[in-house]
């Protein structure tokens, strides 16, 4: 569920490096993933999503991993640019209701060091 | 495309004033609206949503309305503003499956 009253954990990488974000759900009846990066002042942007009967999706530098097992979702991304430095939210889509509720998980906050 | 507008941008009130936030999407029909509130430095805490006019789910209790009186307008009030309220308010919509969320830029609320 939300964690909305804890700080955000953080990450810190050095350019070049790979990054691995990670998120814990707790619905086993999710169906349906996002990854989302905010930057500061700004709304949160869509990155990758994948569905429940996919286990791994790649775009761009990114790559999400779903395991269903332990509930758990991960961000991979590949050589990490200042650019990227953000808060990274993960989503999950509670299936099986009639409208469409995402709920967000905790957020990580990646600072990438030139 | 679809866009979505979200105003204003910034906004100081004084304790036990009214709020009114808007937020309009454009370019599709009968989307899911929702309002998310971002404390500094925390996570995006669901406030409302509504699938359809007039169709309005509280999340949390508190000291806010919410409201939609078209398709494609979701507003979000108080009559008496508390210190509390402070934060940033953040507007999205989904489709009707409620796959990917679209957002507003966000409205960063100072109650002084």
């Known amino acids: 569920g939300e964690s909305v009253g804890l700080h955000l954990p953080t990450l810190s990488v050095q350019e070049g490096d790979n990054s691995i974000i990670n998120c814990a759900y707790s619905n086993s009846a999710s169906d349906y993933f996002i990854w989302y990066k905010q930057e500061s002042g700004k709304g949160p942007q869509f990155i990758i999503d994948i569905r429940s009967n996919m286990d791994k999706r790649q775009g761009q530098r990114v790559t999400v991993l779903l395991n269903k097992t332990v509930k758990h979702l991960s961000l991979q991304i590949a050589a990490t640019q200042p650019g990227d430095s953000a808060v990274y939210f993960c989503a999950e889509n509670d299936g099986g209701t009639s409208y469409g509720k995402l709920t967000f998980g905790q957020g990580t906050i990646l600072t990438v060091h030139p | 495309s679809q866009t979505i507008h979200q105003w204003p941008a910034t906004l100081v009130q004084p304790v036990g004033s009214p709020l009114s936030l808007e937020c309009t999407v454009e370019?599709?029909?009968?989307?899911?609206l929702y309002w998310y509130r971002q404390a500094a430095g925390r996570g995006l805490q669901l406030l409302f949503y509504s699938v359809g006019i007039g169709q309005i789910s509280s999340e949390v209790p508190q000291n806010l309305s919410a409201s939609r009186p078209q398709d494609r307008q979701f507003i979000l009030s108080s009559k008496k503003l508390l210190l509390s309220d402070s934060g940033f308010y953040l507007c999205?919509?989904?489709?009707?499956?409620?796959?990917?969320?679209?957002f507003g830029q966000g409205t960063r609320l100072t109650v002084v």
């Open positions: 370019g599709t029909s009968n989307p899911n």
């Open positions: 999205a919509w989904t489709g009707r499956e409620g796959t990917e969320a679209f």
